[in-house]
């Protein structure tokens, strides 16, 4: 593979397809996957995002991106290669959801306070960690994408309607919807 190509690298927003696809298993982690990683991890700062799956710049494999430490200005970007969650726990957590993939939408989801996770790193060892807090969260939501599930989909289905309305809309003008400007982005997931 020789890099995501401009148009694969803009996000691609709902309704742009490859949002609905599951990601196929990355087979061996190479110097292709590498280079997919940093340019994931690129375009994830770029957007300002904590977290990027490789099928939002449209490369419909098994990798996601993270940085929690990005909202403190701070770089310490981790890789997870075909992760999978192993446990949740009952107990549950909400938070304020953001997507890059759903732009200036926020929605408070309930996810699993704690998972644990399997994942190989760039070198492609295997890993296996708990996570909770923002992790855990981040984590549910970004491997939700590379099973063609968006934070919408975890909303009441009122809710969900009134998001879909305001995209339809706004895809038929030609505009980026503009919606829920009272609100900070505070939880800009990826
Ligand atoms: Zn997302």
Not at 44 to 64: E, F, H, K, N, T
Not at 140 to 167: T, W, Y
Request: glycine fraction near 8%; proline fraction near 4%; charge should be negative.
């Amino acid at each position: 593979m020789g890099g995501a190509d401009a148009e694969q690298q803009r996000h691609r927003r709902l309704g742009e397809g490859h949002h609905d696809e599951d990601a196929t298993p990355v087979e061996a982690v190479d110097a292709a996957t590498r280079k997919l990683i940093d340019d994931m991890v690129e375009s994830m700062y770029a957007a300002d995002g904590i977290g990027l799956a490789a099928v939002q710049i449209g490369a419909p494999q098994r990798i996601i991106v993270m940085d929690l430490d990005q909202r403190e200005g701070k770089r310490n970007p981790r890789h997870f290669i075909n992760p999978v969650i192993t446990w949740r726990s009952e107990e549950l957590a909400i938070f304020e959801e953001g997507c890059l993939s759903v732009p200036e939408i926020w929605e408070e989801v309930e996810r699993a306070a704690k998972i644990k996770a399997e994942y190989l790193d760039r070198e492609g060892k295997r890993h296996e960690f708990e996570a909770e807090g923002l992790l855990a969260t981040c984590l549910q939501h970004e491997i939700d994408h590379l099973n063609g599930v968006l934070f919408i989909d975890h909303i009441s289905k009122l809710k969900r309607a009134m998001v879909m309305k305001k995209f339809t809309k706004a895809a038929k003008k030609g505009v980026s919807p503009a919606l829920a400007k009272d609100k900070e982005p505070s939880h800009h997931i990826g």
